[in-house]
């Protein structure tokens, strides 16, 4: 069945430094591809997506291109903040034929930013 | 405000004592599913709901039962918890384009999520 495979973290970086997060998918289909952030104490927030290959998701600086020649969706952000520390989530999105509106998630990344 | 509320945020109880997670939207979205989340699983899928009257099972299913009377309202039921329930449940909606079999859901809104912890 469709997957989604996440680097482990968590991921620790100071201030103003670069940032990758690896996200590799497994899907039948053309699945759409998100970027999904959640801060300590709530809920899940989109925070980009792509629908097709070779789109670029982009928000507060992260961005993440879809590869289909590589099945991969890495988020990325060039100076990251204090503020941006959070756990993030790869998913995809079934839109093939069973049709369960679900996301498949990654088991999530977490990333911490020291000052 | 958009949003997805749900309640209680924080509940400890005991086995086999029934409880209902409730959570309601105010976007008029069609879609709303309920997920668990849990340490290195990422959040799996429990049960799903295209419309009113309309609901599937997902992944993990076992031991919940879900409603859909109203459009707004999906409440997750759980009749005889036991301790392998014990997670954070997360309730989404999102709007669906299309329609029937080739319907998709759009991005999905979370609701804050709320912390079970079975006895």
Not at chain 1, 4 to 29: D, H, K, R, W
Not at chain 2, 87 to 104: M, Q, R
Request: hydrophobic residues 30%; aromatic residues 12%.
């Amino acid at each position: 069945g469709d997957s989604v495979t996440q680097m482990e973290g968590p991921v620790t970086l100071s201030e103003e430094a670069f940032l990758t997060i690896n996200c590799t998918y497994t899907a039948t289909g053309y699945p759409s591809l998100f970027w999904y952030v959640q801060y300590p104490g709530e809920g899940l927030q989109l925070l980009l997506k792509a629908t097709k290959a070779d789109d670029k998701g982009s928000n507060k600086g992260f961005e993440a291109t879809y590869r289909k020649e590589t099945t991969s969706f890495h988020l990325e952000k060039g100076s990251v903040q204090v503020s941006d520390s959070a756990v993030y989530f790869c998913a995809l999105s079934d839109n093939g034929s069973s049709n369960t509106g679900k996301l498949i998630f990654g088991q999530g990344t977490t990333l911490q930013v020291k000052p | 405000e958009a949003q997805v509320t749900q309640n209680p945020r924080y509940l400890i109880t005991v086995t086999g004592k029934k409880l209902t997670v409730t959570c309601s939207q105010n976007m008029n979205h069609e879609y709303m599913s309920w997920y668990r989340q849990d340490p290195g699983l990422g959040l799996r899928q429990i049960y799903y709901s295209m419309n009113v009257e309309v609901t599937d099972k997902g992944d993990v299913p076992e031991g919940y039962k879900v409603s859909r009377k109203e459009k707004r309202n999906f409440p997750l039921i759980l009749e005889s918890p036991s301790p392998n329930q014990t997670s954070l449940y997360f309730c989404a909606s999102s709007t669906k384009t299309g329609t029937g079999k080739f319907a998709n859901t759009g991005e999905l809104f979370f609701g804050e999520g709320s912390r079970l912890t079975v006895l």
